[in-house]
């Protein structure tokens, strides 16, 4: 790791993070790289902040420049102003445990305040452009995306995706950091050893995959959204989201939606909505729960993409 006055120093989400907490997900910066402080992670006691701003019966207290909440057993954590994520851990949890809420919640909190929208899902690289899945927790997204690394494509993000608007009003994709999350019986589908990977936390059967070699380091504009649900048919099927559907699916499958009135961020999230959603295309992707269709669904986005192309040639 890189260290500079006690602190770590990574790159992550586009962004450079100074941490007192050791991020081994996230890629270390080189002492040759020059980028600018964005985000500093550190540890400090916020049993008295808590005690004092915390609603009874509630987990997230939320205002426009901050996120305050607790994870019972695991921390407190203060986000504020995009810039600063504070963590106060309960004693004798377990720190990978931890480690998850920062590169998850405290890191939607951070993109949010930064009014860059977080999508929650996969999101590949295929052919130079991104290609986003999303979907409710369960739905296969990673599987899904491994899948498509499987295919030779590229891994953007897996949980929070970030997505910014260029000059050009571009949506585009800034890589998160290079791991999967896969389960245990995607892994064996995949022909892939649980002994080779290391458990998200104790007990658990979800397990870290890197993927630094099949990691797309640059931005890369998004073309597509594809939902992944489950349903009862025997056959995979794909149909197009339109009209004032897609916007209630981007919403949907924002990460962490609940913070987007909470923090008086409606009207920015429709206006970047539609900015996205006058430049890409969206789907739904429909699987079968009675088998494993990953090969036959990547097949089907791909075809899908094919003939895109082929329309807009």
């Known amino acids: 790791m890189v260290e500079k006055n006690n602190m770590y120093v990574y790159k992550a989400f586009g962004l450079c993070i100074r941490s007192e907490v050791s991020l081994p997900e996230i ?39 901050t996120c305050l909440f607790n994870v019972p057993e695991v921390a407190i954590y203060f986000v504020q102003n995009g810039n600063e994520v504070i963590v106060s851990p309960f004693n004798g949890s377990d720190e990978d445990q ?16 930064r009014k860059i929208l977080p999508l929650h899902g996969s999101a590949v690289a295929i052919d130079g452009k991104a290609y986003a899945i ?7 997204k990673s599987t899904l995306a491994s899948a498509f690394l499987n295919n030779g494509c590229q891994l953007l993000s897996d949980d929070v995706i970030p997505i910014t608007i260029s000059m050009e009003n571009i949506p585009m994709v800034t890589p998160a950091y290079p791991q999967q999350k896969l389960w245990l019986e995607s892994l064996h589908k995949f022909g892939m050893k649980s002994n080779q990977y290391r458990p ?27 939902e992944l649900v489950k349903t009862d048919h ?24 609940f913070f987007i009135t909470r923090a008086h961020l409606m009207e920015w999230h429709f206006q970047t909505s539609a900015h996205i959603l006058s430049k890409i295309s969206m789907y739904q992707l429909q699987r079968p729960t009675s088998r494993f269709t990953a090969a036959n669904l990547t097949d089907l986005v791909l075809s899908t993409i094919t003939k895109e192309e082929m329309v807009y040639e």
């Open 234 to 257: 025997e056959k995979v099927n794909i149909h197009e989201i339109e009209n004032m559907e897609r916007f209630y699916t981007l919403f949907k499958h924002t990460y962490r939606n």
């Open 27 to 65: 890629i270390e910066i080189e002492a040759s790289e020059k980028l600018s402080e964005d985000i500093v992670v550190k540890e400090m006691d916020l049993t008295s902040l808590w005690l004092k701003d915390s609603i009874p019966g509630k987990h997230f207290v939320i205002t426009e420049n």
């Open 200 to 226: 998200i936390f104790a007990r658990e059967t979800k397990f870290a995959v890197p993927v630094s070699t099949q990691f797309a380091e640059k931005p890369l504009p998004l073309a597509g959204i594809y």
């Open 134 to 140: 999303v979907g409710d927790s369960g739905a296969g």
């Open 98 to 113: 931890r480690r998850l809420y920062i590169l998850g919640t405290c890191m939607g909190a951070v993109l949010m305040q």
